[in-house]
């Protein structure tokens, strides 16, 4: 870390918290795996390394709007600043006008102490200086008037202007703002039961018995939300197999794959393994699910997870999932899942940094990669056999768009008239309804990620 960061310093939340946030901004690294690598080595408690987690989290996801109400505070303005000297300034403000459980006084103590330690008396007098400033005048700091409707939601909701832009095109006005603000709560935790250990109500009961709040998710038929738990990748239930952690709208997938006992299955882009798994589960150990992953390192993680949950029937592929025609026979598979590499715009509430990193020609550059894998997977498919292609994102040109021009493409494929069941539960009611091709949800809809689903039957011959 540049800054004079020294390692005999005893590590606090706002320590590490400041560490994440200059190597995220430094580096363009993921926010959510270097705070766990960072957790992991910090020996922080529960709530030290909740509130670290929360200062993270919560600077990135409000970094414009900090940087524009924080902007007539320094004298220099906040880009001439060093990296490490920003994001101290960007975490205390967070403290300071969003969070109220915190004393103000305790926040500008323990910045001021860290640019003494980090850096010299200067810096430590402009930090006091700022934010004493900062705190007498909080009540007069608020957005300008007379803003577009750009520039308000992206202000408001703390969203880049170019992202803003394209959903109030694609979305409207009301939508757009519901998803920037949705995109800002923090995500449940829902974890997915294997069905091929236990069963949802087994699992129920073992988490009330353990005094854990939870319930049984709406939307997915191996879901639980459950409060409060922690981190539920840390429990005994997760180590010898009986749940994984996942997003409830990405348990919808497998659903909607509908696998069968018995079947071959690919799936073509298969890490880090949750679809993979919930597939072999689904189908009780029987048949063959394919997973393949273009990066050997990742199709690992796929093999480490089917042997915590103790899966035998999934082989492992590597390999560019656009030529796995040069590997397979046409034909070949009973159900195909293309969950798409895409540009991930539909979990930003969990990768707030998303908002940040991606540009307009990130998903250009994506819908090219998607289209060629999906005129393969098109071919592996047997005829009666059934391709759900899926996404975590919500831009139509990678979903609604994509399918629409395989489909005119390849006239031996249909939409699957039948539905999942799911589809038709009131969370996704809005979802459903949204598209003639398959199923977006929202990340206000039911409080999952934004995520598209579309299922296409191959005609019989």
């Not at 949802?200 to 738990?229: C, F, H, N, T, W």
Request: aromatic residues 4%.
């Amino acid at each position: 870390m540049s800054g004079g960061g020294r390692s005999s310093l005893k590590t606090t939340s706002r320590s590490l918290a400041l560490q994440v946030l200059t190597a995220v901004e430094q580096e363009g690294a993921y926010s959510n795996l270097l705070l766990g690598g960072a957790l992991q080595k910090s020996g922080l408690s529960g709530p030290d390394a909740g509130l670290a987690t929360e200062l993270v989290y919560g600077t990135i996801q409000r970094l414009n709007t900090i940087d524009f109400l924080l902007e007539p505070f320094v004298t220099k303005g906040m880009a001439k600043l060093a990296p490490w000297v920003r994001n101290l300034l960007r975490l205390s403000f967070y403290q300071l006008y969003y969070l109220d459980r915190i004393p103000p006084h305790a926040v500008v103590n323990e910045a001021v102490n860290l640019a003494k330690k980090r850096g010299h008396q200067g810096i430590s007098g402009m930090v006091n200086g700022v934010l004493r400033n900062v705190l007498r005048r909080k009540e007069e700091l608020k957005l300008p008037e007379g803003l577009s409707s750009v520039q308000r939601i992206a202000l408001e909701h703390s969203h880049p202007e170019w992202l803003v832009a394209r959903w109030l095109e694609q979305y409207g006005e009301q939508t757009t703002e519901a998803i920037c603000r949705a995109n800002n709560e923090p995500p449940s935790i829902s974890i997915r039961v294997n069905r091929a250990k236990t069963s949802r109500d087994d699992m129920l009961r073992l988490l009330k018995e353990q005094g854990l709040s939870a319930v049984p998710s709406k939307l997915a038929q191996d879901g639980i939300l459950v409060e409060g738990g922690g981190n539920m990748a840390l429990t005994t239930w997760y180590r010898e197999g009986l749940i994984s952690v996942q997003d409830e709208s990405s348990m919808l997938v497998a659903e909607a794959l509908n696998p069968e006992a018995g079947m071959s299955v690919l799936d073509c882009c298969a890490a880090p393994g949750g679809k993979t798994c919930h597939i072999a589960e689904m189908m009780q150990g029987s048949g063959r699910v394919l997973a393949n992953d273009i990066h050997p390192h990742k199709a690992k993680l796929v093999e480490d997870q089917a042997n915590r949950l103790g899966l035998t029937n999934i082989d492992l592929s590597t390999g560019d999932a656009s030529k796995l025609g040069e590997r397979f026979e046409q034909n070949s598979f009973d159900r195909i899942l293309l969950d798409a590499p895409c540009s991930g715009l539909g979990v930003i509430r969990r990768k707030p940094d998303l908002k940040w990193a991606k540009t307009a020609g990130d998903i250009a550059e994506i819908a090219g990669i998607q289209h060629a894998i999906l005129d393969t997977a098109g071919d592996l498919l047997k005829p009666g056999g059934l391709l759900v292609y899926s996404t975590c994102t919500i831009e139509p040109r990678e979903n609604v768009d994509m399918v629409s021009n395989f489909l005119n493409r390849h006239p031996e494929f249909e939409l699957a008239t039948d539905k999942p069941a799911s589809w038709e539960t009131e969370p996704l009611v809005a979802a459903s309804a949204r598209g003639s091709i398959g199923l977006q949800i929202l990340p206000q809809d039911a409080h999952s990620d934004g995520f598209y689903i579309a299922r296409l039957r191959k005609k019989p011959n």
